[in-house]
């Protein structure tokens, strides 16, 4: 099966910078590339995704770029602000009818004002 | 909001008991997830069902089972409760062919006396 891997655990910048997250895949049929934000006792959401027929996607502030030879894809936060303090998590699946999605162990990213 | 309902949001119970979570997944969609959460951790996947059957398995305790009914609603039960059990329990239903997002529900926190 699928097994994603993510670095850093843990992340902090400062308020401005920019913040780096990896992740790396194992299973080559992999095709969707979600990243979801969990804030404190909430649950988690959808913030950005990527498919494998695109390198790059950006949203305001928030970029994923993708990696399929090296099996890497990654979540680009520029400008941070302290409403960006949050658990970051990737994922991956085969995107198929009821493939199961499966999660990194998530970085928990601290923007200090 | 998600479309993702989850009962109990807060559950109070002492050791060795039984409790029930129950998910009721968005209008449609046919995939419905169970996720532990301890405090601080990542998403530990537990179960996944696909219209009423289950398609995946991850580090379940025997003394937890899970299933899916006909109406799609999902129930977990959670057996002989230790401390430890003590976690927030997320449901999660995953949308059609076109896309693998999941949805969440808000969570149960279950807390073990």
């Known amino acids: 099966g699928e097994n994603v891997e993510q670095h850093p655990s843990t992340l902090s910048v400062q308020e401005g910078d920019s913040a780096v997250i990896k992740c790396t895949y194992s299973?080559?049929?992999?095709?969707?590339f979600p990243w979801y934000k969990q804030e404190l006792g909430k649950r988690p959401q959808l913030i950005i995704d990527i498919r494998s027929n695109v390198g790059e996607k950006k949203d305001q502030r928030i970029a994923v770029t993708l990696n399929k030879t090296a099996k890497h894809f990654s979540l680009h936060i520029t400008e941070t602000q302290p409403e960006d303090s949050a658990v970051y998590f990737c994922?991956?699946?085969?995107?198929?009818?009821?493939?199961?999605?499966?999660f990194g162990g998530g970085t928990r990213l601290m923007v200090k004002p | 909001d998600s479309g993702v309902t989850q009962t109990p949001k807060h559950l109070i119970t002492a050791t060795g008991q039984r409790v029930t979570l129950r998910c009721s997944p968005r209008?449609?969609?046919?995939?419905v997830y169970w996720y532990q959460q301890s405090l601080d951790q990542g998403l530990q996947f537990l179960i996944q069902y696909y219209n009423g059957e289950e398609r995946a398995k991850g580090n379940i305790l025997e003394r937890f089972s899970a299933q899916q009914f006909p109406d799609l609603h999902s129930e977990l039960n959670l057996s002989s409760l230790e401390l430890g059990d003590s976690a927030l329990y997320f449901c999660a239903s995953q949308g059609g062919p076109d896309t693998g997002e999941l949805f969440f529900g808000e969570g149960s926190r279950l807390t073990v006396l």
């Open positions: 209008s449609g969609d046919l995939s």
């Open positions: 299973d080559s049929a992999s095709n969707y």
């Open positions: 994922a991956a699946t085969y995107n198929n009818a009821g493939n199961m999605l499966t």
